[in-house]
């Protein structure tokens, strides 16, 4: 059976965008509708029975997290939309924002009202400049139709929704950050306990939760959660998106269900590898995971089965390589990314990403020595596990990844003093300026 | 109270609920590092050298972040976690200047001292280090008008930007850039300016931030002694430790080097207003007094006479006479600061009481200054406005102090007198600072004019108002006497003698009891405790009833010091000073008694 996209069914429609396209082909709010005549708990529930998981990244059950979020406080709770996308190798979000803007809109204020909210935060990535324009356009016009604002559909229920755009930084996605920088600070992240669903934004019960995330409640109150968990292998349920970047013919976003294997997303939604030349290697979930091989492609792309294969889905960035990638650049490359992007606040991210990318940069030179691949090893363990939130792990996995499953790249450019793949085809870095 | 029991290191640790596990550890004495957690400032999680192991949890914790629960089973000794400490300080020094040499915290460092115990034996790094602005000292940029910033050796704790914004209510100080380049600064590069500047040096964990007071003065090494006291430059009497540094050999004795705060929880908490801080170089000024003055009754050509130094002996029967004799012609009154020490006020009121009968302290006016300090709407450190630590003093002694502490003292009365010429002599108590007593201009020009005959002047500074007096009586220096006050809030302080009092320079209520005996007074008192013991005794079932058990300090080594003063900072000094040789007599000569009676020492030899 052909799997029918939901979330991006219009994306290529130049009207797709509109409320009134919203509202003619997508049953747009009616899924509002349905919800405001339940109980705010049972949403919570339907999301559960669901098995929604998380885009984000860490595929947390979202039914789980709404639970989590104190119900018995004087004080103001909040949805905050974490649209700050900045993942290396993650761009769905912004395609659902700035081409289907009303699905999250009506998936704001379903959350907001199930977790008793008031207001929700779209948190949105400072460069989507454009992406934030037509969102508050579409904003407005649901106000003005009455699916924000006071009273909402005259059920009683008051919901604001507010954009605002981060500075651009990749540290303000992480949840705790976010709110820092929702609060006006340094987006820099907060030491849990205590977790955002007891203490977030302004130290109010908070649901942080995924652009993706989101967009899919407005489907499940309307299709019900066996719909929705039917989309998938179990606990895997639900459409899905998937960025395909890299060596791959037509990269680009897919959406498909979590049965998809990795190879039919690489071959039959992204057309194969460019030039037919051999894949290397696939980063399944952005960045941040860990590499999979060309005998891994069978799998199937879902949160359960990649990290069975030694990886994570993340935020569903597949980063497709073929033999022209030198494993030591990709991680130096990726270390000149986290390096810029730490936010400093702990000791051994700060100190760490500088001091990986120093000693790839060495290596990736032709200068380094035998002792730095011990080096390298040992920086990065010592970032694994000991930093403040989860960047420093994200960090440190590309040269874990590549050293494990590469470590012979790395010791040929010690021992030749050059990369030994051959020169002509070689991937070359983008132009950077070595420190920022 | 709740108490919740862990184990920690096997240990079974028992605190009150609430703590978290790196306080429970400090309070076991059990030695866990830590930079980012100050027991003063909010919690921050950020440094990660405190990471401990806790059963059942996945990962290594922050012990600063996590509470104890009863049962929890802690280990800070496990591989894992010495590992892991060590990867920690590994990178706090990968770009750390260690300049310890040049550096004025080397010595008393927690970087130092954790490092060596928990750090590597040799760091891996070989990359050229981060430099901020410049290399060594040359590093060292302005922070403001008592600040300098050395960002080489920050380790971005960010204990001084949680301090600007929780204590001293205005966050002057933040992190500019991001992750590796992150530096610490303030907007546009103007510095801090804070009342509370100066606490911003003991909550950096390093060398980054220096007093421009302290800096390049001393080394810890240097300065052996400390001295708990209670600062008394305003009404709060905030506790506070003084720290001496031993003269060369040949000179003797001690100066006062630095003052920091000292923990009273329900005084100061852990911090000092820079004007305590920094405020104490007067008792060195060269205006000190040192010897008694006394000025000719008048010279043969009519011109005022000189004052010139004479023996305390040749002084007090002349202080008799000519105080005996202006009582005889009229009113004789005191004015006294309200710096005096209750000790001092005590023994004045049985002085006044014998010159001039029962209602004696009427002829007493007290005095004090006020002055708003500028400081931001949300600081939780208000210094108060009243400049004067003992009003409440005077107050329960039964002076008349107008509306009291909050009030403005009432000279007015005095003035109109004293100009009218209806007082015979006026006796100036003034313990200074120059300037405590408001403006007194007019009593100098009474003096000169001849509206007041008789000018007698007991004080610590040669003030404008001492250049006028007939007689001089060199009095001690608050750092200079053990002595009590009252705090605004009717706490009875003790504050300890630190040095001692310059020359010839008496302490106050000896100067008094000397007078009070020389007019006939039958004054029992020895000792300043002797003092104390009968204020006790005068004033049974108030706060002043203890007042002879209240605990002075001697001079103690440093080391002890820092284990008994701040219980946060307590056992990570253990380390401090140990293989150091005993402290050298000299720095610790004062501990002997304080001269008794009135006699004259020997002039010590200057440094
Ligand atoms: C360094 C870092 C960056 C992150 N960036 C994003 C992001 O750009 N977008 C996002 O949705 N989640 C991001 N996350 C994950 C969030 O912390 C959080 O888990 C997520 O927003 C929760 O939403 P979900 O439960 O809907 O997935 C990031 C996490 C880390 C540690
Ligand atoms: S791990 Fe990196 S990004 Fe996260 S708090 Fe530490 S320095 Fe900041
Ligand atoms: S200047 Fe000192 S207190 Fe401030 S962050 Fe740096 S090390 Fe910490
Ligand atoms: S003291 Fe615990 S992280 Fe800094």
Redesign the pocket.
């Given at each position: 059976m052909a799997y029918e996209p939901v979330l991006t069914a219009f994306v290529n429609e130049p009207q797709g965008y509109t409320l009134d396209f919203y509202l003619q082909r997508q049953r747009g709010y009616e899924g509002l509708r349905k919800a405001l005549t339940l109980k705010p708990g049972d949403i919570i529930e339907q999301v559960k029975a669901s098995g929604l998981r998380?885009?984000?990244?860490?595929?947390?059950p979202?039914g789980l997290?709404w639970q989590f979020v104190l119900k018995d406080t004087p004080k103001p709770k909040y949805i905050c939309c974490?649209a700050?996308?900045?993942?290396p190798g993650t761009f769905k979000?912004h395609v659902l924002m700035e081409r289907n803007p009303h699905l999250l809109i009506e998936g704001c204020a379903i959350a907001s009202y199930a977790i008793g909210a008031r207001v929700a935060y779209i948190y949105i990535?400072g460069e989507f400049y454009h992406v934030q324009e037509v969102l508050e356009a579409e904003i407005e016009k649901a106000y003005t139709a009455g699916y924000l604002g006071k009273n909402i559909l005259g059920s009683g229920f008051d919901c604001d929704v507010f954009v605002h755009r981060g500075a651009g930084a990749?540290?303000a996605?992480?949840?705790t950050a976010l709110i820092e920088s929702l609060e006006g600070k340094r987006a820099q992240p907060r030491i849990k306990p205590p977790f955002p669903a007891v203490a977030g934004l302004y130290q109010c019960p908070t649901a942080?939760?995924?652009?993706e995330?989101l967009c899919n409640v407005p489907l499940i109150v309307l299709n019900g959660p066996e719909w929705f968990a039917g989309q998938g292998p179990e606990k895997n349920g639900g459409p899905k998106l998937f960025c395909v970047s890299g060596h791959v013919k037509k990269p680009g976003v897919y959406e498909a269900s979590m049965h998809t294997t990795l190879r039919e997303l690489i071959d039959d939604h992204a057309g194969g590898m460019i030039d037919e030349r051999p894949l290397k290697a696939v980063i399944p979930g952005g960045s941040s995971v860990p590499l999979l091989l060309p005998d891994q492609l069978d799998i199937a792309v879902s949160f359960d089965s990649v990290q069975k294969a030694g990886s994570l889905l993340g935020?569903a960035g597949v980063i497709v390589m073929n033999d022209t990638v030198c494993m030591v650049w990709l991680a130096m490359n990726l270390l000149h990314f986290y390096r810029h992007e730490s936010c400093g606040k702990c000791t051994p991210c700060r100190e760490g990403t500088d001091w990986l990318f120093k000693l790839l940069g060495r290596i990736e030179a032709g200068e380094g020595q035998p002792k730095d691949l011990d080096l390298l090893f040992g920086v990065s363990s010592n970032i694994v596990g000991k930093t403040l939130?989860?960047?420093g792990d994200?960090a440190a996995t590309p040269v874990l990844s590549t050293m494990k499953l590469f470590r012979h790249e790395y010791e040929s450019h010690v021992r030749e003093g050059r990369c030994t793949l051959p020169a002509p085809w070689r991937a070359t870095m983008p132009v950077f300026a070595g420190s920022h | 109270m709740d108490t919740v029991t862990l184990t920690i290191d096997g240990r079974p640790v028992t605190v009150a609920k609430g703590k978290t596990v790196l306080q429970a550890a400090i309070e076991a004495g059990i030695s866990v590092p830590y930079y980012c957690y100050h027991p003063g400032i909010s919690i921050d999680g950020s440094c990660r050298v405190c990471v401990v192991k806790i059963e059942k949890m996945p990962k290594l914790q922050t012990s600063c972040s996590t509470v104890c629960t009863d049962g929890m089973v802690v280990l800070t000794r496990d591989p894992d976690v010495v590992d892991a400490r060590a990867g920690v300080f590994e990178f706090l020094l990968i770009n750390h200047p260690l300049d310890c040499p040049v550096c004025d915290k080397g010595g008393e460092c927690p970087l130092q001292d954790f490092s060596y115990t928990f750090g590597p034996a040799e760091s891996r790094m070989d990359f050229p280090r981060r430099v901020f602005d410049g290399e060594g000292v040359r590093a060292d940029v302005d922070f403001g008008p008592t600040l300098m910033l050395n960002r080489n050796r920050c380790i971005l704790c960010t204990r001084c930007v949680r301090f600007m914004k929780e204590i001293d209510g205005d966050a002057q100080i933040g992190i500019v850039d991001r992750g590796y380049g992150s530096e610490i600064a303030t907007f546009q590069e103007q510095g801090v300016h804070s009342l509370m500047s100066g606490n911003l040096m003991d909550v950096c964990p390093v060398g980054a931030i220096l007093t421009k007071d302290y800096r390049f003065k001393s080394r810890p090494w240097d300065n052996p002694g400390v001295v708990d006291t209670v600062c008394t430059l305003c009404s709060k009497g905030c506790n506070t430790s003084a720290w001496l540094k031993g003269k060369p050999e040949w000179a003797r004795g001690s100066r006062l080097i630095r003052m920091t705060p000292r923990f009273n929880p329900e005084v100061n908490g852990y911090w000092m207003c820079d004007i305590g801080r920094f405020n104490y170089h007067w008792t060195e000024s060269d205006r000190r007094l040192r010897r008694p003055l006394l000025r000719s009754p008048s010279t043969r050509s009519g011109q005022a006479a000189a004052l010139e130094p004479v023996a305390w002996q040749d002084l007090q029967p002349r202080l008799r006479n000519r105080l005996q004799d202006a009582a005889a012609a009229g009113p004789v009154r005191f004015l006294v600061s309200a710096h005096a020490a209750t000790e001092e006020l005590f023994v004045l009121k049985q002085v006044t009481e014998a010159l001039i009968g029962s209602d004696g302290l009427k002829s007493v006016t007290v005095a004090w200054t006020r002055s708003e300090k500028p400081q931001p709407e949300q600081t939780t450190f208000t210094v108060p406005v009243t400049d004067a630590p003992n009003v409440n003093g005077a107050r329960d002694l039964g002076y008349d102090v107008g509306t009291g502490n909050d009030g403005t003292p009432d000279l007015r009365e005095l003035r109109q007198a004293v100009d009218a010429g209806r007082v015979k002599a006026l006796y100036v108590i003034d313990p200074g600072p120059d300037g405590s007593l408001g403006d007194v201009a007019w009593i100098a020009s009474a003096r000169r004019s001849g509206a007041l005959p008789l000018l007698v002047v007991q004080g610590v500074l040669m003030t404008d108002l001492a250049g006028a007096a007939d007689l001089v009586l060199p009095g001690a220096a608050y750092v200079e006497k053990d002595a009590i006050y009252t705090n605004d809030q009717g706490r009875v302080q003790a504050a300890s003698r630190a040095i001692a009092p310059p020359g010839e320079a008496l302490e106050d209520w000896r100067i008094l009891v000397n007078l009070g005996r020389s007019l006939g007074v039958a004054l029992p008192y020895e000792t300043a405790s002797d003092v104390r013991q009968a204020i006790a005794g005068a004033m049974p079932g108030t706060g002043y009833a203890e007042a002879d058990r209240l605990v002075f300090t001697r001079p103690i080594p440093a080391r002890n010091w820092l284990q008994a003063s701040n219980p946060s900072e307590r056992w990570k000094w253990d380390f401090l000073f140990q293989d150091l040789p005993p402290v050298k007599g000299h720095s610790v000569q004062m501990e002997g008694l304080p001269p008794q009676g009135a006699y004259i020492p020997l002039k010590p030899v200057e440094p």
């Open positions: 998380g885009r984000g990244g860490a595929g947390f979202t997290k974490n700050d996308e900045s993942e979000d990535r990749y540290e996605g992480e949840e942080v939760n995924n652009v995330t935020s939130c989860a960047f994200a | -």
